[in-house]
């Protein structure tokens, strides 16, 4: 039933390790995003991803890479995690970013800890 | 580069109607939306408004739009418990604009 939903939605990791955080969507939705909210809870965009064209927020490290198989998955890799990368990040996918009306659903959140 | 701002804390009583105040600096700003976060959750799309309209109204949400001061209001009848939660404020630069730039959340306490 779940429109949007990420994998895991806990993640404790030690500084310097890889991990990866998977994103699924069933609502035939053209367009994924990655969010990370930080501790003060302020959102912020980190991909657009739509028929293959990525759009990346500039102040996004490249540590950070999404990666999607399919029209449907948008997943997150993260290289070299460091202490500053802990927060919960959203996925979102909306039909078509282009369209005046596009709408953005957001998946649960992933919890992020790095020790 | 835009800018979402928002009251951090409202508290009110249960059974009285909340009013969430955003204020917005982007003026090519098409859509206007409003996402409630429980705790431990995900973001929830309560509503949204398009920057041509004034007002919109959905069950106990009734949604303002004052565009020449860039003003938004989410105001909530009958507050509930259940309606605790984060109330964040999001707007999307025109069409084409894949970004939605959020305020930092505003926090709604209902008081039994």
């Known amino acids: 039933d779940t429109a949007v939903s990420q994998t895991p939605k806990y993640l404790v990791t030690q500084m310097g390790n890889d991990k990866s955080i998977k994103c699924e969507q069933n609502?035939?939705?053209?367009?994924m995003y990655w969010y990370k909210q930080d501790s003060k809870k302020f959102l912020k965009i980190m991909f657009s991803y739509n028929n293959k064209e990525l759009i990346i927020n500039e102040t996004v490290p490249n540590r950070f890479s999404p990666k999607s198989p399919d029209k449907a998955h948008l997943n997150l890799h993260i290289n070299s995690l460091e202490l500053g990368d802990s927060a919960v990040y959203f996925c979102a996918s909306s039909q078509d970013r282009r369209a005046g009306s596009d709408t953005q659903y957001f998946g649960p959140g992933t919890r992020l800890t790095v020790l | 580069g835009e800018d979402v701002e928002q009251s951090l804390f409202l508290s009110v009583r249960e059974g009285d109607s909340s009013v969430i105040n955003c204020t917005y600096t982007d003026s090519s700003s098409t859509y206007l939306y409003w996402y409630k976060q429980e705790p431990g959750a995900g973001l929830q799309l309560l509503t949204y408004i398009f920057s041509n309209m004034d007002m919109k109204q959905d069950q106990r949400l009734t949604v303002l739009l004052n565009k020449k001061d860039k003003h938004l209001s989410l105001r909530i009848a009958d507050t509930q418990t259940g309606d605790s939660a984060i109330y964040f404020c999001?707007?999307?630069?025109?069409?084409?604009?894949?970004?939605?730039?959020f305020g930092k959340g505003t926090k709604l306490s209902v008081i039994p």
């Open positions: 999001a707007e999307r630069s025109g069409a084409g604009s894949y970004q939605l730039t």
């Open positions: 609502l035939g939705h053209d367009t």
